[in-house]
C-alpha cells in the first residue's frame, strides 16, 4: 500500500453536498477548499460570521468547481446547534459527508452556553448533538469524519467528574479527555448504524502536528512548530482521506505515518486502547444523549 495519498486522490464530488465544521482556518479551511475543488457543494459551518464568508470568498477565488456557502455554527451552544441543523435541512435535501473538526484546544477555564467544561463541550457534546440532528438527512452512502488527536493516548474518561468540578480545571488532560471522547463516539456511532443496516460510515483521523490557529493558547506547541509541524494543506489530508478513501473501512482511524505520528502522509491507524472499551463507549453515548438531549433515531 502506498504510503504517500495526496489530494489528487480525492474522486470526483460533483453533486455531493458536505458539511465542514470549524472551516474557516487551519485544516477544516483546507478539507473544505479541496472538496469544492472537486466539485462539492461545501458548507463552511463556522461560529465567526465575518470570518466564515471571508473564507467562502477566499476559496471562491481559487477558481473550484463546487459551490462553498456558509452558515453560522457555534459548537458551545446547543441552540445553535440546532439552528444550524434546521439551516442545513432548508438548504439541502440531503448531506452525504459530515466533518467534525472544529475545536478548541487547552484553552484557560471555561464554559460553554449549557455550562459545560469547553473542550468536552465543543469537541465532543457539541458534535455528539449536530450528528444526531443531522442523521436523518445523510445519504445512505453517506460518511462521517470525527477529528481527533494524539493527545486521546493520554485521554481518560472521568464518568464522575467529565466536567472537571471536583479536581480542578486542568486543561492537558481536560484535552486529552475530549479527544479520547472523539474516539470513543466514532466507534460506537459506527456500531449502531451497522446494527441498524445503515450503508452510512464512520471514519476518523487526527493530523498530526500541524501549525493551526487551534494551537494559539499553548506557548509550547507554538515554541516548536517551526521545527516540527507541517502545514495545513499537509495536515488536512488525513481528514480528506478518512472522508473519501472508497476503501475506508468502517470506524477506520486515519493519521500520518512518520516520526511518531507527527509528520508524513495518511495511512490506516490503530485507535488508542481505550477507546476500544465498548463499555465506556456505551456509556459516554448515554450520559451524552442525556447532556445534550438529543435523542439519535431508535434502533429498528
Not at 474522486?11 to 458539511?19: E, F, L, M, N
Not at 459551490?67 to 451552544?77: K, Q, R, S, V
Not at 441552540?79 to 478548541?104: K, Q, T, Y
Amino acid at each position: 500500500m502506498s504510503t504517500h495519498w495526496t489530494a489528487d486522490q480525492i474522486p470526483d464530488q460533483t453533486g455531493r453536498v458536505a458539511i465542514v465544521t470549524g472551516s474557516n482556518t487551519g485544516i477544516g479551511y483546507e478539507a473544505a477548499l479541496e472538496l469544492a475543488r472537486k466539485g462539492a457543494t461545501v458548507v463552511l459551518a463556522c461560529r465567526n460570521p465575518q470570518k466564515g464568508e471571508a473564507a467562502v470568498e477566499r476559496i471562491r477565488s481559487e477558481g473550484v468547481a463546487g459551490t462553498p456557502t456558509f452558515l453560522p455554527l457555534d459548537l458551545a451552544d446547543l441552540a445553535s446547534v440546532e439552528a444550524f441543523a434546521a439551516s442545513v435541512r432548508e438548504a439541502h435535501e440531503r448531506v452525504d459527508l459530515l466533518i467534525l473538526n472544529a475545536g478548541v484546544m487547552v484553552p484557560p477555564s471555561s464554559k460553554t452556553a449549557q455550562g459545560f467544561e469547553l473542550q468536552f463541550g465543543v469537541n465532543h457534546l457539541g458534535h455528539f448533538a449536530l450528528t444526531g440532528r443531522l442523521l436523518p438527512q445523510l445519504a445512505d452512502d453517506g460518511r462521517i469524519v470525527v477529528l481527533s488527536s494524539t493527545a486521546a493516548q493520554m485521554g481518560k474518561m472521568d464518568f464522575d467528574d467529565l466536567q472537571f468540578e471536583k479536581r480542578g480545571y486542568k486543561p492537558w488532560p481536560a484535552y486529552g479527555q475530549s479527544k479520547l471522547a472523539n474516539q470513543l463516539f466514532a466507534q460506537e456511532l459506527q456500531r449502531r448504524l451497522a446494527r441498524q443496516g445503515s450503508g452510512i460510515r464512520v471514519t476518523a483521523a487526527h493530523p498530526g502536528w500541524t501549525a493551526t490557529d487551534l494551537q494559539r493558547t499553548s506557548g509550547l506547541a507554538s515554541f516548536f512548530n517551526p521545527i516540527l509541524a507541517m502545514k495545513p494543506p499537509q495536515g488536512a489530508l488525513p481528514t480528506l482521506r478518512a472522508a473519501v478513501d472508497p476503501d475506508a473501512a468502517p470506524a477506520a482511524y486515519y493519521g500520518p505515518h512518520g516520526l511518531m505520528q507527527m509528520r508524513g502522509y495518511p495511512v490506516p491507524l490503530p485507535m488508542v486502547p481505550a477507546a476500544l472499551v465498548s463499555a465506556d463507549a456505551e456509556r459516554l453515548w448515554e450520559v451524552s444523549e442525556a447532556l445534550t438531549e438529543v435523542r439519535y433515531p431508535a434502533e429498528s
